[in-house]
């Protein structure tokens, strides 16, 4: 499987599809699909399964290794914040707008080399995803 077949095949999903042998396909060859749930999830699944809390919209950490998850108790733990500054960011946009108005539930942003898909809902955009390899989630830090 290569990004564009992925990218075809995502492109058909609609919100509340649970392709299973999709996301397992995607994990046996190295991507990481990241799309917006609910009103309050990040969720990723292929090489990575996992969700980050993101009420309002929020940021996931994302290293060649996986989602920096953070062991301590508060946002100021000397250890997440040593692991989050290795890693890429992942942007979870809630209700982006473009000429005032907005156009999605969510929208997923990162600098890591990716590609896009759209998952509809009744026939509206609800969300703007990200596929991308998981080995090109390192940083030169």
């Known amino acids: 499987m ?3 077949i992925l990218l075809k095949k995502l492109s058909k999903l609609k919100l509340r599809d649970d392709p299973k042998e999709l996301y397992a396909e995607a994990k046996k060859h190295g991507f990481v699909i990241v799309f917006g749930a609910s009103d309050d999830l990040i969720e990723f699944r292929g090489a990575i399964y996992d969700e ?3 009420y309002g919209g929020g940021n996931a950490f ?6 920096v998850t953070n062991e301590c ?3 100021d733990c000397p250890y997440f914040q040593k692991e989050r500054a290795k890693a ?5 946009v ?3 707008e ?12 990162t600098n890591i080399p990716h590609n896009t898909f759209k998952i509809m809902y009744d026939g509206e955009l ?7 390899l998981l080995t090109d989630a390192k940083t030169e830090k």
């Open 98 to 109: 473009k000429d005032g108005k907005t156009y999605a539930s969510w929208k997923m942003e």
């Open 126 to 132: 609800y969300c703007i995803g990200l596929v991308f």
């Open 2 to 4: 290569n990004a564009e």
């Open 88 to 92: 890429q960011i992942i942007r979870a």
């Open 94 to 96: 809630w209700c982006p």
């Open 73 to 75: 108790d508060d946002e």
């Open 62 to 67: 994302v290293t060649e290794n996986g989602l």
């Open 52 to 54: 980050v809390g993101a």
